[in-house]
């Protein structure tokens, strides 16, 4: 484990590469402290089940594009949407590294599933076995000079039965995608706000506030609908196993061998 010294020394330096600012990370601004104890998990809104992307609109979204990106990133963009028309979809992530945030909310194809435990709300994501969130819920703020990470630090408080999330510490390499094949680095000082909260019985709604100054003219507010699905469980999945197959080596012992091209 990187002890403090180190890792605020490493913040630093990666804030004077990227330039993060350390005090990014705003105070929790109100709200109810709920789901301190087991029992108090009684008290929070039915989020079981899996939850899965409704896909055909996150599609008709980016078809529509209306992403306020920087002239810079708006040409990156039309010309990744052009090549995915064509059939030469860039594949932004084929390096088996995570979507990470907020990537992970925006164009999600797998379900995920929410676990509620004192002090915090964990969402669980079946792709690639590498999705996890994990939102505090205890009053905490974030850190003075936070680690950035894939997914950044979450921390959220109940309005009723809507959970306001707010993140901060993401890593400057981090997508911010409107498909598979068509987003931008987010460039640092990226900071997300959610309201995730129940339209319907089995629909769950994620507002989305984005600000990232470096590819974004001004916030962007956008819209992600999950459907509720029950009787089925998380699957694990492991980015690139399709390209291993299973084999006996010499002495009988089980080993994965890479695919061969036909």
Not at 217 to 228: F, N, Q
Request: proline fraction near 7%; hydrophobic fraction near 35%; include cysteine.
């Amino acid at each position: 484990m990187m002890n403090t010294t180190k890792r605020v020394l490493l913040t630093l330096l990666l804030c004077s590469v990227t330039g993060l600012s350390p005090s990014l990370a705003p105070a929790q601004t109100g709200g109810e402290i709920l789901g301190q104890s087991f029992a108090d998990l009684a008290n929070l809104p039915d989020w079981s089940g899996l939850w899965t992307p409704d896909v055909a609109d996150q599609r008709a979204q980016a078809v529509e594009n209306s992403t306020p990106w920087t002239d810079n990133s708006a040409e990156e963009i039309s010309f990744m949407l052009a090549e995915d028309v064509a059939g030469r979809p860039a594949g932004i992530f084929n390096d088996c590294l995570p979507e990470g945030m907020p990537t992970w909310m925006l164009i999600s194809h797998n379900a995920f599933e929410v676990l509620f435990t004192p002090g915090r709300v964990t969402l669980l994501g079946e792709s690639d076995s590498n999705r996890l969130r994990r939102i505090y819920t205890d009053g905490r703020e974030h850190p003075e000079y936070p680690d950035p990470t894939y997914h950044g630090h979450s921390i959220g408080y109940w309005d009723d039965d809507t959970l306001v999330v707010d993140t901060v510490g993401i890593l400057p390499e981090v997508f911010i995608a409107i498909t598979e094949g068509t987003g931008v680095h987010n460039g640092g000082d990226m900071h997300i706000v959610e309201r995730i909260y129940l339209a319907g019985p089995d629909t769950m709604y994620v507002d989305i506030g984005i600000t990232a100054p470096h590819v974004l003219t001004e916030p962007w507010k956008t819209r992600r609908i999950y459907e509720r699905v029950r009787g089925f469980d998380i699957i694990e999945g492991i980015c690139l196993q399709g390209n291993s197959f299973n084999q006996l080596d010499e002495d009988g012992n089980f080993i994965f061998l890479p695919t061969m091209p036909e």
